[in-house]
């Protein structure tokens, strides 16, 4: 089967839902497991960065609370600091904020143009 960008979506939204119901658990970890196959299959970077910070994040909160081991939670660390590094540092995928927010060919100006601002 190929993964979708949707589908990874769909599986985080469905690990969000299941920790919100019940916190985290078995049904929130085999959501976000099958979210970063999926992101690795599609071969998505900000995608996966997405599924494995996420997948961390809850092996963080069970090691901790549990009181395990961090060894794993460590090297999931270290792919999710390596995947993010390799996403900034890639002119193709990357544009800084001043890129992004300025006047575009037939498109809108920045959004806080023609808004008042408050005055301290």
Known sequence: MV????EVDR???AADESTARSGLGPD????VGRAVAAARELADPGRLL???GRATLNLALARFADGGDLTEVRD???EVVTLA???????DRYRNAGQC???QAGGEGPRWE?????VP
Request: charged share 20%; no cysteine; aromatic share 0%.
């Open 101 to 103: 927010s300025g006047l």
């Open 11 to 13: 599986l985080l939204d």
């Open 28 to 31: 929130t970890e085999a959501a």
């Open 50 to 52: 997405h599924a494995l």
């Open 85 to 91: 590094g390799g996403l900034l540092t890639d002119p």
């Open 3 to 6: 993964s979708t960008p949707g």
């Open 76 to 78: 999931r660390a270290e």
């Open 114 to 118: 023609g808004q008042a601002r408050a």
